[in-house]
């Protein structure tokens, strides 16, 4: 029972650890890579706080060196889906009335956890099955999702403490219950911090939740599920299937349980929830609410006012890290005739100094792609513009599936500001650029806006402060992640919250109290003091004019009576 207002820890970004040459960090994070690239896991599902192994499994193999193996993971089957619904139910009866700060102490404890004892094996899971760099892998499985787990429940409480205003006699409160069911979470295999957070965030409000983790981020996800047994998470509030995406879905969207979805992939697998949501209306307990951020086609635009090697490095950077497989990541630009030579000299030398590789060998800039569809998909593209007279591959284009899936890191040159590649999601090293006349700067802008069905991040450059601002206006719908005279990727929770919109998702900002805001049903209490004891309202009394002729009717019998008195003492 709460007996007092409590203040939590303030939170502040986890520190990004260098992983220079002799570093500790350094040693520890490449003894535990090494140590589980040997070994072989046998990873369960979870419902209910028990694990599940059905013999049913997939193999783990990484990006990298696809032929070797580090272990595997259990598939669910439909029963399995569905008994992870009636623990779910039974999970949250406890742990929706359980007071806000022991939810709080249990996050804030998995984001010590993880700052500690688990940094290296979470950090180590990402670049083994996910193919990340060592610097990738810190800001992305160790701080971010340290900094979502802490600055989320800072802004639990800047909601709960957001409170109507009360008038004399009465007392108004807002309660913020979680939703009535259970929260369907499926994440992606390009960020372990978001896989960690689609679930973490709504039950921290108090929720239970499904959640099915991308089958090329299974390694990762055993290991968040291990810290949130570390930190005290009770059975069954966070429940982790693995198997058919197919299955585990139309169980879960049919379930008159379901009360919402936290999503992060692909904008059609998106648009296909909302349409089976919509059909499945009259089944539901209540509206669900629908959470996502999908796609993006994320641009830089540079003004001829722009630094040149300032641009170029937003290039190699934005472009480039993590093999292009952020949802931020840069893949069109827009650059001034003027700018382009210098532009294009810098980040060619850049792009050929970058070394490719495994993670293992922390001077390897750039990594596998995440499995063989996204490397049969963008080798497809590069062969394209090889061929195409409109397109030239001006840097990389190279790409081998032998020992892992490597892409070289590619930059295209096109003459149509609508060819494919500027148009097309590829999540992957390529970024095709068109250049413009410099007079034409504002007109290209438009050309910005209106290419892209997506609307997820975009960066600028200029140094006219001018131009910035009708830049920023003209491309107000175009990113929701908006970046000037910097790169479009690197979003820092509690500094840049997350999320697009148009085809890039509901826009509602992972790593914020807007967030937060969707999992929760709040309701409203109004408490009276002294209540009234007569149905009559003021207005059903008599009018002022009827009132004052009765008062005056009053006083003329009374001095009537007063003269009566007076006239029988006289007489007296």
Known sequence: MASGFYNVPKAVNEPVKSYAPGSPERRLLLDTYRKMYNEKVDIPFYIGGKEFRTGNTVDIHPPHDHKHCVGQYHTADKEHIELAVEKAAEARVKWAATSWEHRAAIFLKAADLLAGPFRYKMNAATMIAQSKNVYQAEIDSACELVDFLRFNVEFMTEIYSNQPVSSPGIWNRMEYRPLEGFVYAITPFNFTAIAGNLPAAPALMGNVIIWKPARSQVYSAQVIMELFKAAGLPDGVINMVTGNSGTITDVLLNSPDFSGVHFTGSTPVFNSFWETIGKNMNTYKT?????????????????PSSNAQEVATAISRGAFEYQGQKCSAASRAYLPKSLWPAIKEAVITDVKSFKMGTPEDPTNFINAVIDDRAFKKLSGFIDQAKADVDAEIIVGGGYDDAVGYFIEPTV?????????????????????????????????LDVVDKTSEFALTGAIFSGDRYVIDIATNKLENAAGNFYINDKPTGAVVGQQPFGGARGSGTNDKAGSVWNLLRWVSNRTIKETF???????????????????????????????????????KFKK
């Open 530 to 568: 002294v209540s009234p004891t007569d149905y009559r309202y003021p207005f059903l009394g008599e009018s002022t004019i009827e009132t004052v002729e009765k008062e005056v009717e009053g006083a003329i019998e009374r001095l009537k009576d007063f003269g009566k008195d007076l006239s029988d």
């Open 287 to 303: 509206y669900p609410r629908i959470v996502g951020e999908t796609g993006g086609k994320d641009f830089i635009w540079a003004h």
């Open 412 to 444: 295209i040159v096109t003459t149509n500001p609508q060819y494919k590649t500027m148009c097309t999601e590829l999540f992957g090293p390529i970024i095709t650029i068109y250049i413009y006349e410099d007079n034409q700067w504002e007109e290209i």
